[in-house]
């Protein structure tokens, strides 16, 4: 005689009976996507493995030193790996956030200066960390500020600060924990933040993921200015909103940003005549959701999903998109695009964050 069930197990049986599986738990049909072809396989990636297995690399970006330097998105380490041998080397710093607190450590974003400074938000922890590449040293500060992001300019002084929940302020950095710090308030509209970036002016550019419009702070006026996001294809996707997550500014100080729940990706350029200043990009595979977006300043924009396990890199004049299948299963969140000095191609770094590996992504053709 077989065991009766136990009161457990009736009540699982009842619930798989209630979703009723025979026609089907999804609200939508589950197909396969064809295999890449054509310049979708006209590619080569390398994929490094990180020394570290528990490392989860959330941005990566090339130092001075040709070195790929990465942030770790569950613990206070910064880490650096050797493209040419594969060798790794990590430093870490001392957590932030208040005793007894539940604030997680981590790092949230990560921007390199070009003068071997990586400005580090550190989660909750109450301040960013700037970490000196060529050092090797940390200067920690604390300030209030959910979700600390830091951008920094070297034009007047001045670095921003903002992100989720966190009012936007602009800092200068004095050394040794010390700060200047001014709270910005924008007239005509939230400055809140997913993400934010500065042009070659300092101007700082940012939006959240519910906004309906991309705003932009004057760096010597503090004025700012609001710039519609088009209803279409603003949302089409998912049901947050049709703003933006992460976001990157080119050498034209152009803003492109990853229209995360929208299925785009978007341009602002306020140099140009007003109602022409922002132009959207679907990206052609569904549910795509791209994070953010990066142009490589000769005509291409790269952008990556966190879970589509695909990367894309679109013709800003034809319009063209070519998609990329990485090798394994990948979470990303920041991209990195290597830019060409030598008139060839443009090619992309990524993290695997929750794999410990890095992979670079080199198309052969255009």
Do not use: C
């Amino acid at each position: 005689m077989g065991r009766e069930p136990s009161a457990f197990q009736r009540q699982q049986a009842e619930a798989l009976a209630a979703i009723n599986l025979s026609k089907g738990a999804w609200q939508y049909p589950l197909k396969a996507f064809p295999r890449p072809k054509g310049k979708d396989t006209q590619v080569i990636m390398t994929m490094y493995e990180l020394k570290r297995p528990l490392a989860k690399p959330h941005d990566v970006q090339i130092g001075q030193d040709g070195w790929v330097y990465y942030n770790d998105f569950n613990d206070n380490v910064i880490g650096k790996l050797n493209p040419n041998t594969g060798e790794t080397k990590e430093y870490r710093y001392p957590y932030m956030g208040e005793k007894g607190s539940f604030t997680p450590i981590g790092n949230r974003t990560m921007m390199h200066d070009g003068k071997g400074k990586f400005y580090i938000g550190t989660q909750n922890q109450l301040g960013p960390a700037i970490f000196d590449s060529k050092s090797e040293t940390f200067d920690l500060y604390k300030f209030s500020g959910a979700m600390t992001l830091a951008r920094s300019s070297e034009v007047d002084g001045w670095a921003w600060n903002g992100g989720a929940g966190a009012a936007l302020s602009r800092v200068q950095f004095k050394g040794n924990g010390q700060i200047v710090r001014e709270t910005v308030r924008g007239e005509g509209g939230s400055l809140g933040a997913y993400d934010i970036a500065v042009d070659s002016k300092n101007n700082v550019y940012g939006a959240d993921r519910t906004s309906t419009a991309i705003w932009k702070v004057d760096a010597k006026t503090l004025k700012a200015t609001f710039y519609p996001i088009p209803a279409k294809p603003r949302g089409l996707e998912g049901s947050v909103g049709g703003g933006m997550r992460r976001a990157v500014i080119d050498s034209k100080d152009r803003f492109w940003w990853g229209g995360f729940d929208g299925g785009f990706i978007g341009v602002l350029d306020t140099k140009l005549a007003a109602g022409q200043e922002m132009k959207l990009f679907p990206v052609p595979l569904p549910w795509f959701q791209p994070y953010i977006a990066e142009n490589d300043d000769a005509g291409y924009t790269w952008t990556g999903s966190i879970s589509a396990d695909r990367v894309a890199r679109m013709n800003e004049v034809t319009g063209e998109w070519t998609v990329y299948l990485l090798p394994r299963e990948t979470n990303l969140r920041h991209i990195h695009v290597q830019r060409s000095e030598n008139g060839g191609l443009s090619s992309l770094w990524v993290g695997m964050n929750h794999q410990a590996r890095i992979v670079h992504i080199e198309p052969l053709t255009k």
